[in-house]
């Protein structure tokens, strides 16, 4: 017995990024993949995660773990923003309870001069090879792949504050006091990220994510002077693809007129604004995806429902509008209110 | 030899609330006394943060430091938002490295109802006497004293969580799933801080500030429907005492409307929002309060003074202005760039 699947291109997900309406909205969630699924924490306990993002096999397990588990409309590979830092001559790793660190952060000049722009087929392969691995299942399922790479300023922050920071001080001085210094840096950091984009398309992601996690801590001026240029670098690069990209941003808020403005196809917003808001500050063109607080979904189920509502109250007849959170999945969260939220959302009108 | 002092009523930073124009642009900084003051640092050396608040002549003698030290337009009262929780039973340390920590953390509708709204003149006395300490000197000096305390929503964040936190979601579950009991804390916190503020106008403080610290983790809607009564409840007890109340809350961009319908004189902004976007969406009567990035003042002096270029021209001709910074000074702050600042806002036209 053979079932018939709608082909990816034919996905609700890929058909509402190119404006054809879709009845369902389609629904995909950040960090999708992680630890609130006991999936990943069964792999995740014989592995370090630098491993599970390294090795071919493992990035391609939990990549399809939440699209086995859920009816979800796109799949985004498994991996983190910060290894690509590693071709550069960044030495990373995941410290349990302090997050990652870079051993060796950019604090000089020559710092900056000795940083590489790798070869992503080199540097990146065991990502490229897992996105080769799960295209035949995805296929087989009809749903389209997400590769994605972090944005140049936050990048920045972790090279030079050697890991989390509160203020990110480090970074901000340097991109307030020495141009041609950050200049140097951001541009290495777009190349790199951008490229890495591109071979992720080559080897079949659909759509392009890219992640500025921290740049919701600029104020619009600094974004719009030292850091927007350096986005269009990356997003100039990875366009050559021919592929949709999405820009994310945690407090982007301020900032939607400038991402707007960058030549992506997707904004992604966070629940600090309402959408009703972030789409007429966006024009009507754009597709606006988010926004649900990922509290919320830590919530018991009557409570969650109400801010699913909310959400989709404010997205009401929005075409161009892709659920997601307004950040990614919080490791607490009930395994079912995740499946519980992908239905009822397909289920809404 | 007898100096005549402008009265404090006269003051450039009472004009200005009170909208009489003033040629020059008053003045302050949040945590304008604290650790990048060698004076300060030298105290903290032989105290505690806690008797550092609590001691009445140590309190005054740090509230008077940076007057003393730099051409100031008010002084704001030492303290902390959290030691007006102790009175309510909580138990409060500051942990080096660490923060501030409860030690019984408000987890069940037994610990809400335990709570007690206690008289601040019993439990924040240290204060209060330190109020009526500074008072003749600032007298002499003609210059302002700011009292404050914590919004409910911030003050419930560490209360529930027991410290800092990411994300304070225990304390946004409560706020989205427990109606009831959410109210009840909120009133208690509300009520609590509320009667402080008016406790220290009536020992001599001329305004009053209300830091709202973690508002900006907030979605908007909750905000308006959760949060923002509670600030009124706290404001409506403070305006008894008939002075101007200031409202701040870090990354406040996105909630400016309905902090604006709060009631207050003074909105303070952080950096992440243009003064003339803020200024747009409050309206032209309120003042308006902010906004360099704390960041700033790590720079070398010609990078700062083109980030405070940037402040004023924000605020170029509006006659409801006060300078400040966008949140508190950072320990790293050189001293001589906090005098240069506050020189160069004053010459400014």
Redesign the interface.
Known sequence: MSVTTTPVSQSRFLQRIQGVPTETTPVWLMRQAGRYMPEYRALRARHTLLEMIRQPELAAEVTLQPVSAFDLDAAIIFSDILPPLEGMGLELSFVKGEGPVIHNPVRTAGDIAALRVPDPHESMQGTLEAIRMVRPELDARGLPLIGFAGAPFTLACYAVEGGKSR???NA??LM??EDALWDQLMTKLATTAGEFLLAQAEAGANVLNIFDTWV???????YEQRVLPYVRQMIDIAAGAGKPIILFGV?N??LLEAMGSSGVDVIGVD????LRIARRRLGPDLVLQGNL????L???WD?LRR?ID?VLAQAKGDERFIFNL?HGV?P?TPVDNVRRLIEYVHEAR
């Open positions: 203020y990110h001080e901000r001085i307030l006091s919701g801590e600029l104020a619009p001026h600094h407090g808020g301020p629940w600090r604004i309402d607080d990922p509290v919320a830590l919530a018991p409570v801010e909310a307004g919080l607490a």
